[in-house]
Each structure stands twice: as structure tokens, then as C-alpha cells.
């Protein structure tokens, strides 16, 4: 029982050394991340996605080894991975949802125009914007651009996506962008990691506009970071200290996926900014 306990100190202490939050995980030396298998660019079980690297990052700065719990980001992932103790972390978690904790953002991102170059809709930054009355806009349901299509009149020449999907099986995203490439629909409006990851994976390349200039309608600029129980509050602050301290290689990492990233001037954040801008 001595030699027990001398061991259990022994890992509290290292755990409380190097992460303060670590003593209210299940287990302190592993890095526990929630994800979807399926469902690029966010992740996959092949840890292909952006928050699969942001998640061995955090890893490797704490000294932790890392897992991963997949369960389709659907209705249900929340309590079926971070509400059932199966991981301690959801790597991409909107501001304001309040099914769980946020820590501080990451990235603010918003929704996108995707169109082929020579469209003559190369420059378009609202849904209002007259050019599109007479297009078949590919938008997905439920999303704030239907909302403000329908404001503007834009549904009955739409052509809608399901929001919700079973990621193992279907795509609305990859739907929505052979559809462009085949000329079924003029336009998409897409959730702008997604516009960004999908439009560089055609060929030739899709042109990604991010729509910034709306006046009307819900809000469709979002900020994103990750989530934690409500208990967690270390855990949580070790998160947020990671952010901050990392922020210019976070945002090496989405521009890399071809993530339209903004400032909260909404100008985007390109390449070109990374010396300049945290």
C-alpha cells in the first residue's frame, strides 16, 4: 500500500507540474479527445484533420500521450463523448452553445460563397448582393444562410442539403461541390472551413468568398474553441494558456487546410499575415 501510494504521488505530482487541470481528468497523462471519424476538414480516425494536429500539438506541449473517442457529430455527440467521461475535450466547439464549456476562441470563421472562377461572382460578400437572384444556390437546411436566402427571396431557385448526416456514409459538403462541378448549381453556400477544405480539393480549385457585408438575418460570423465539462475550470485555463501561447502556429495550421480565418475586422488572415499577426 506504501509503495501504492508513493506512486500515485509521484504521477499527481508530475500531472500538477506540468497542467494544473490535470487532476480533473480521469486520466492526467493522456491528452483525451472527442471527434467525429468522419468528417474533414474537422477530423477523422485517421487523424487527418485539422483538430487531430491541433489535439497532437496540445498533446506534445504537455507531454501527453493522446487517444481519441470518434462518435458521428451528430445529435447526441456532446453527451454520448464529453457528458459520458470518454474524453475530456471537443477540439471545435462554437461560442455561445451551451451544451458544454468553451474555452477562449481559437478562430473566427464564417460562412462562404463558393463559386468557379469566370462565374463573375468572384467578389460577392452578401447574400443580398443582386447577382444572385437568378442563381441555383446549393445551401444546407437549417443553416443561418437559408435563413437569410429566404429574407432575400433566393429559395425558390435553391437547391437544399441536409444539415444533419450520418458523416460515415454521406456528405452534404462533397454533395454540394459535384454539384457545382457539374453545373447543377451556379453557387454554394457552405460553413467556411468546410467551403475552404472542398473547394481545394477540385480541379481545377473553387473560388471561396467569405460572406462578411450581411445586414440582415442571424449572424453568420462564428468564433470557435474547444470544450470541456463545466466542473473542469483547470482544465480549461490549461487550455485557454495553450491557445494564447500558440496562436500563430494554430493559425499556420487552418490556413494550411485552406481555413478562411478572419480578425474581428473581419479581414481575413492569409499567409502573408502570419509574421505580422499572432
Known amino acids: 500500500m506504501a509503495c501504492g501510494l508513493v506512486a500515485l504521488g509521484s504521477i499527481e505530482a508530475r500531472a500538477q507540474a506540468s497542467d494544473p487541470g490535470a487532476l480533473e481528468l480521469v486520466d492526467p497523462e493522456v491528452f483525451r479527445a472527442c471527434g467525429d471519424p ?19 500539438l496540445f498533446a506534445t ?6 487517444s481519441y473517442t470518434y462518435f458521428p457529430q451528430a445529435t447526441g ?4 463523448t464529453l457528458g459520458s467521461y470518454r474524453c475530456d475535450t471537443i477540439m471545435g466547439f462554437p461560442q455561445g452553445d451551451d451544451q458544454a464549456q468553451a474555452t477562449i476562441p481559437y478562430y473566427r470563421t ?9 462565374s463573375g461572382l468572384e467578389d460577392v460578400s452578401a447574400i443580398e448582393d443582386p447577382r444572385l437572384r437568378d442563381k441555383r444556390i446549393g445551401v444546407v437546411a437549417r443553416t443561418p444562410p437559408s435563413t437569410n436566402m429566404a429574407i432575400n427571396g433566393l429559395l425558390a431557385h435553391a437547391k437544399s442539403y441536409p444539415l444533419f448526416v450520418d458523416t ?11 454539384d457545382l462541378a457539374k453545373g447543377e448549381i451556379d453557387c454554394g453556400i457552405l460553413w467556411g472551413p468546410m467551403a475552404g477544405y472542398y473547394a481545394r480539393q477540385t480541379d481545377p480549385p473553387l473560388v471561396v468568398v467569405p460572406l462578411t457585408k450581411e445586414t440582415a438575418g442571424p449572424p453568420m460570423t462564428f468564433r470557435i474553441g474547444m470544450a470541456v465539462r463545466p466542473a473542469d475550470q483547470e482544465w480549461k485555463r490549461t487550455l485557454n494558456k495553450l491557445i494564447m501561447e500558440n496562436q500563430a502556429e494554430i493559425n499556420q495550421l487552418l490556413i494550411s487546410y485552406n481555413i478562411p480565418i478572419l480578425d474581428e475586422a473581419n479581414l481575413p488572415i492569409t499567409k502573408d499575415d502570419l509574421s505580422k499577426r499572432p
Open 110 to 118: 464564417t460562412y462562404a460563397l463558393v463559386v468557379k472562377r469566370g
Open 61 to 66: 506541449k504537455l507531454g501527453k500521450k493522446l
Open 38 to 56: 468522419r468528417n474533414l476538414p474537422f477530423s477523422n480516425d485517421k487523424g487527418e484533420g485539422f483538430e487531430n494536429k491541433l489535439a497532437e
Open 77 to 80: 455527440f456532446v453527451r454520448m
Open 168 to 178: 460515415r456514409a454521406d456528405s452534404s459538403a462533397q454533395a454540394m461541390m459535384d
